[in-house]
């Protein structure tokens, strides 16, 4: 069964629409149209339903799909890890990550990377949950992931820092003078949640750690993004548990937890990182703004 086939129909179901794939392809819309037709042959069904504005996939196609985005996606990062590990100095990097993760950590990174590797472009894909950023990567969208450490995950995991975590409260909040904070101490306060929350066994370490003095937090307001959580947090909606180097140029306190809480950050992928995500993984390890958390140093 043809790949390049396989590449079309992604390219379609991606674009929503056969002019837009042709486009992107390069190649004619007829040409694109044949192709896709010569593989709903091999399959033995219509995998396309036109529609007056765009396509959908079939029942068939819906089946079909993920497996032929999977053997599209991972022909590409094998041609970038044999480029890359043969000393090409050109090409992309793509990174899965999760959008506090985009913001916290990664930019100081790329810029060291820029300068050290201009030939080899980062193409980042973001995503607002860890249980999301997992299935894409499962599904062959980048070469490699950086995020908290995935449950259960099959291939190489490799711990590049720690995320010192604090607790986000306003400015003149009485805690704010505080030099740390117990969890118990906390237990009439309103919380605000993120979707980002570390996780202990497949549980919120903050429902596990108030559970063990003896409460249950009470929810102010739910978000996906860390961002929109910091900044809830510093109106005074709730207290935030978040990490350190998330509140970078934000205007808010953070006072740390007592006992202190870290977790680790790391990367993950596939299969064996080589050439340029192997260099990228260890730029992250020594010189990434969570590399070194100022609490463990002696």
Same mark, same amino acid.
């Given at each position: 069964?043809s ?19 042709a486009?992107a392809?390069h190649?004619?819309?007829?040409a694109?149209?044949h192709q896709?037709?010569?593989l709903e ?5 219509p995998?396309?339903?036109r529609?007056?504005r765009?396509?959908?996939l ?6 079909y ?10 022909a590409?990062?094998? !041609? ?8 090409a +100095? @050109?090409?992309?990097l793509?990174? %899965?990550?999760?959008? *506090?993760? =985009?913001?916290?950590v ?5 810029a ?10 980062l193409?980042l894909?973001e ?12 599904r ?5 992931a ?7 995950w099959?291939?190489?995991?490799t711990?590049?820092g720690?995320?010192r975590?604090?607790?986000?409260v ?11 904070v117990?969890?118990a101490?906390l237990?009439d306060r309103?919380?605000v949640r993120c ?7 497949g ?5 596990l750690?108030?559970? !063990?003095?003896?409460f249950?937090?009470r929810?102010?307001? +739910? @978000?996906?993004?860390t961002?929109? %959580?910091v900044r809830? *947090?510093? =109106?005074?909606?709730?207290v935030l ?7 970078t140029?934000?205007d808010?306190a953070s006072?740390?937890t007592?006992?202190p ?13 080589t050439?340029a995500?192997a260099?990228?993984?260890?730029l992250l390890?020594?010189?990434g ?7 463990d140093?002696?």
């Amino acid at each position: 069964m043809s790949l390049r086939r396989m590449e079309y129909l992604v390219a379609v179901v991606e674009e929503e629409s056969f002019t837009r794939a042709a486009e992107a392809l390069h190649v004619t819309q007829s040409a694109l149209s044949h192709q896709i037709k010569a593989l709903e042959r091999e399959v033995g069904g219509p995998l396309l339903e036109r529609m007056p504005r765009g396509v959908r996939l079939t029942a068939m196609g819906r089946a079909y799909f993920p497996h032929a985005e999977l053997a599209v996606r991972s022909a590409r990062q094998a !041609r970038r890890a044999a480029l890359a590990a043969g000393g090409a +100095r @050109t090409g992309e990097l793509h990174i %899965a990550t999760v959008h *506090a993760h =985009a913001l916290g950590v990664l930019p100081e990174v790329c810029a060291r990377w820029a300068r050290s590797r201009p030939g080899v472009r980062l193409v980042l894909h973001e995503y607002a949950t860890t249980d999301e950023l997992e299935e894409q990567m499962a599904r062959g969208v980048a070469d490699m992931a950086l995020g908290p450490r995935p449950k259960d995950w099959p291939g190489p995991v490799t711990v590049v820092g720690r995320e010192r975590m604090v607790l986000v409260v306003p400015r003149g909040d009485p805690l704010a003078a505080r030099p740390s904070v117990r969890l118990a101490d906390l237990a009439d306060r309103p919380w605000v949640r993120c979707s980002l929350e570390p996780m202990v066994d497949g549980r919120r370490w903050l429902d596990l750690e108030c559970e !063990r003095v003896g409460f249950t937090p009470r929810t102010a307001v +739910r @978000t996906q993004h860390t961002s929109t %959580a910091v900044r809830m *947090a510093s =109106a005074g909606v709730g207290v935030l548990l978040t990490a350190a180097h998330e509140l970078t140029g934000l205007d808010c306190a953070s006072v740390p937890t007592d006992p202190p809480w870290r977790r680790d950050i790391t990367v993950f992928s596939r299969v064996e990182l080589t050439g340029a995500a192997a260099e990228f993984t260890e730029l992250l390890r020594t010189t990434g703004p969570a590399a070194t958390d100022p609490a463990d140093a002696p």
